[in-house]
């Protein structure tokens, strides 16, 4: 992870090259190792609150999208940072492959209900009933909304609703990291794959599969997310309706004591829960087949990882409601450098006895995050990493 630094301009213009390049290559193509920088850090509470029904796109501009249809397109090893609203997002899609991208310091401005990386209303091209939307390998972190969600058809509403920023008492409850949403009535077959992914200090959960059917998570970090301050306490993976879902081998570590670790909102029905390694509530898979760990029981994090961190006091604004901005090392544009400055490197030690070659091989994928071939002993290791013989 690298910070750069560039003009308001640059990002603009980055924007509507990409934009082109996407809407050129809709039915087939690569997008491979580029930066993508937007004006997050410059942006003020008071700019974005004040256009928060207006929605310019300085003040919801995403990193890398497409409303589709769209179909065979890869994303891969490139930075995307600082964006106002989503960092990558894909509408109406098919065979997808996003992999080794880093989305960070995302959606803060937009009102549009944003979250990091967002699979939305996907449309299957064919009946192939395999993995065909594969996100792998991705570092997504400081991702988070800080406005409500305005919706203009209630511009001039006064009701109590979802969408009316101005009046709806539900407060913020999007600002996801990893992001699967309403593709129950369009994506009929083929099946959507999580793998390898690391998600940390995201604004609620760090994945959330929502409204979607034939899914898989395998082998995940997902650390420590619920970073803002006003929302739920779904910190970790969250289920809400959806059918046929495989959770197995993810590291789950929630925020805190009442935070859940797995949630399920709503409904569920046929979801395989097996060797997770979860600290925090659940509330999906039998202990028996997993390892669950009261957040008040979690282990010194010095034990499992080579370098991690309480990240607790990382939010957005140490006093909510107050706006959010000011100077420091919460302010927007410090935030990237402080979580930097703790150098996490959440590499499994092999002191991590109950990760450590206690995953499904089955299930898991060939090489972890960094490509070393799985398993390295008896079995594989539960979360993004296989432990090398030199970490100990």
């Not at 004006?39 to 300085?58: G, L, Q, S």
């Not at 395999?130 to 919706?151: D, P, R």
Request: charged share 20%; hydrophobic share 40%.
């Amino acid at each position: 992870m690298h910070r750069y630094r560039s003009s308001i301009l640059i990002f603009l213009i980055t924007f509507i090259v990409l934009l082109i390049t996407l809407n050129v290559i809709a039915r087939r193509g690569l997008v491979e190792g580029l930066e993508i920088e937007g004006p997050n850090a410059d942006i003020t509470y008071e700019w974005a609150y004040n256009h928060r029904w207006t929605k310019e796109a300085f003040y919801r501009g995403r990193g890398m999208f497409t409303w589709g249809p769209v179909h065979h397109i890869v994303v891969r090893d490139c930075d995307v940072h600082h964006a106002p609203g989503s960092g990558i997002r894909f509408n109406n899609g098919d065979y997808l492959l996003v992999e080794n991208n880093t989305v960070s310091n995302s959606t803060w401005w937009s009102s549009s209900a944003e979250s990091a990386v967002v699979i939305a209303t996907a449309e299957h091209i064919d009946t192939e009933e395999v993995v065909k939307i594969l996100y792998s390998g991705n570092v997504v972190y400081n991702n988070w909304n800080v406005l409500e969600f305005c919706n203009n058809p209630l511009a001039d509403s006064t009701d109590d609703a979802y969408g009316n920023c101005d009046y709806y008492s539900g407060g913020i409850i999007d600002g996801q990291g990893l992001y699967v949403t309403r593709n129950n009535d369009t994506y009929l077959h083929g099946r959507m794959r999580f793998e390898n992914n690391i998600a940390f200090n995201n604004g609620i959960g760090g994945v959330v599969y929502h409204k979607t059917n034939r899914g898989e998570m395998v082998n995940n970090l997902v650390f420590m997310n619920g970073a803002h301050p006003a929302v739920s306490y779904f910190s970790g993976l969250t289920v809400n309706t959806a059918d046929d879902l495989l959770l197995h081998n993810n590291l789950i570590w929630a925020r805190d004591d009442l935070h859940y670790a797995i949630k399920l909102n709503a409904t569920g029905t046929n979801i395989t829960t097996t060797h997770n390694v979860a600290v925090g509530k659940t509330q999906l898979g039998e202990p028996e087949a997993n390892t669950y760990i009261d957040w008040a029981d979690a282990p010194a994090m010095d034990e499992w990882f080579t370098a991690a961190a309480d990240l607790r006091g990382l939010q957005p604004g140490a006093v909510w409601p107050e706006p959010w901005g000011g100077t420091g090392p919460n302010s927007p544009a410090e935030i990237d450098n402080t979580i930097r400055d703790l150098a996490l490197d959440f590499r499994t030690l092999g002191t991590a006895t109950e990760i450590v070659d206690m995953g499904l091989s089955s299930v898991a994928p060939s090489t972890d995050i960094e490509g070393t071939m799985r398993p390295l002993g008896f079995d594989v290791d539960v979360g993004p990493y296989e432990v090398h013989p030199t970490v100990d």
